[in-house]
C-alpha cells in the first residue's frame, strides 16, 4: 500500500513510501535535507518496519525534539495502524 504522511516541526513538507508485507520500499522525503534523506531511504529499503521504527523513533534535530527520522518512525505507525497486518498486532 502507498501511504503519504505530513510531518511536523521539520524542513521536509511530505514523507511518501509503500508498505508491503510489514517491508518499506519506495521513500521519498519531499524538501529538506536531500543527500541525508536519499541516504535514510537507501539504507531502509526493504526493511521491516518495526526495525525501522526502533531505530529511528526519538531521534532529534538541532534543538528541535523530532526530526525527518523520527517523523518517519511516526509515519511507519501511522501506516501500520491502516494496513491489516497492523491491525492485526494491536
Known amino acids: 500500500m502507498h501511504f503519504e504522511y ?12 509503500d508498505l508491503n508485507n510489514g517491508k518499506m520500499t519506495n521513500l521519498q522525503f519531499t524538501g ?7 541516504a ?3 539504507l531502509t529499503e526493504g526493511m521491516e518496519a518495526d526495525e525501522i521504527i526502533r531505530k529511528l523513533k526519538g531521534n532529534s534535530c538541532g ?13 511507519l505507525e ?5 494496513t491489516p497486518q497492523g491491525r492485526e498486532k494491536t
Not at 505530513?6 to 513510501?17: D, E, L, Q, R, Y
Not at 501511522?78 to 491502516?82: D, G, L, R, S, V
Open 6 to 17: 505530513t510531518p511536523h516541526n521539520v524542513c521536509s513538507a511530505k514523507i511518501a513510501f
Open 32 to 38: 529538506g535535507c536531500n543527500g541525508n534523506l536519499k
Open 40 to 42: 535514510i531511504g537507501i
Open 63 to 75: 534543538g528541535r525534539p523530532t526530526s525527518c527520522a523520527d517523523q518517519l518512525a511516526r509515519a
Open 78 to 82: 501511522e501506516a501500520q495502524k491502516e
